[in-house]
């Protein structure tokens, strides 16, 4: 495809099956961070409620292992955001591909009916005459 005023950058096949792959396995990492998100809740809540065996349990994990735990949650928040932006980009190029096709159907009737045109000023048909 060429760039017309109906059609943004242009995108081929292959990157946009690898966008696809890469918003799939960052929708499942999108996931995994809800469920850590959700069970981190969890935590919180019966930590508040003064929970005797959340309170054991907790105590029990060293900083190092909170430290990492931190810091996978940050790094699952960064993914979160980098599949928003592949999530928006997905929607506008595919935008951008729906219009290209509609500009190339447009293009494609006008210049069929141009050719028809042409065709009917060189060979015209009368209705009145013998056909054999």
Not at 5 to 24: C, K, M, V
């Amino acid at each position: 495809m060429s760039n017309t005023p109906y059609h943004g950058e242009e995108i081929s096949a292959d990157n946009y099956a690898a966008l696809t792959r890469h918003q799939f396995n960052l929708e499942r990492l999108g996931e995994r961070l809800q469920r850590i998100e959700n069970t981190t809740a969890t935590m919180k809540d019966k930590w508040r409620r003064g929970d005797e065996a959340m309170r054991d349990f907790t105590e029990e994990i060293s900083a190092d292992n909170y430290a990492a735990l931190t810091r996978h949650q940050f790094n699952l928040e960064r993914l979160g955001e980098r599949l928003q932006r592949i999530e928006n980009t997905t929607a506008t190029m595919k935008d951008k591909w729906r219009r290209g096709d509609e500009a190339m159907r447009d293009f494609t009737g006008t210049w069929f009916n141009k050719r028809k045109e042409e065709m009917d000023t060189c060979f015209p048909t009368s209705h009145s005459s013998q056909h054999y």
